[in-house]
């Protein structure tokens, strides 16, 4: 009595593949001759049939697809964890230089010049944290760029300025 094929998973196995050494193998015909031992003209036939390698690339892409999607969502989330990090950071370096810029006013007396390039490196530290915090959220960081969105300006195509004679170019 001649055994019956079961094609289901001989075209599963051409279709999807299988664990080979540990990696995802992809058969030919002939591999899946050799590991079912029918014939691969048979096994070629069916597979024409039953169009397995159109099926074999579109599940291949649909494999691809969902595996980049699954990328995007990981590099998203680590993103957006970043961010979240970047801007606490940002907002608690603004308020530690609060409390000093705080303690500048509540001198009476001049301030002294090293007083003064403190109090000036404490602006600039409060300065780049705003604009971690504006890139943390998505924002712009350029002031040009904050004016050119808010007057709704195309910046590529807006004339620039040529600042020692004051003429559009």
Request: proline residues 2%; hydrophobic residues 30%.
């Amino acid at each position: 009595m001649k055994k019956k094929i079961n094609w289901g998973i001989i075209r599963q196995d051409y279709i999807q593949g299988y664990k080979k050494e540990g990696q995802l193998y992809y058969p030919s015909m002939r591999d899946l001759s050799k590991k079912y031992g029918k014939d691969v003209a048979i096994i070629g036939r069916q597979a024409k049939k039953d169009e397995w390698v159109a099926k074999r690339k579109i599940y291949i892409n649909k494999k691809s697809t969902r595996t980049q999607q699954k990328t995007i969502e990981n590099y998203s989330d680590e993103a957006s964890k970043f961010d979240i990090e970047c801007f606490i950071g940002a907002r608690d370096i603004i308020e530690i230089t609060k409390s000093s810029i705080e303690e500048f006013k509540k001198k009476t007396e001049t301030l002294k010049s090293q007083e003064i390039k403190n109090l000036k490196g404490l602006t600039e530290i409060r300065l780049n944290a705003q604009k971690e915090a504006k890139l943390a959220l998505g924002e712009p960081t350029d002031r040009q760029v904050v004016l050119h969105k808010l007057l709704d300006v195309d910046v590529d195509n807006y004339p620039k300025q040529d600042e020692k004679n004051n003429i559009s170019t």
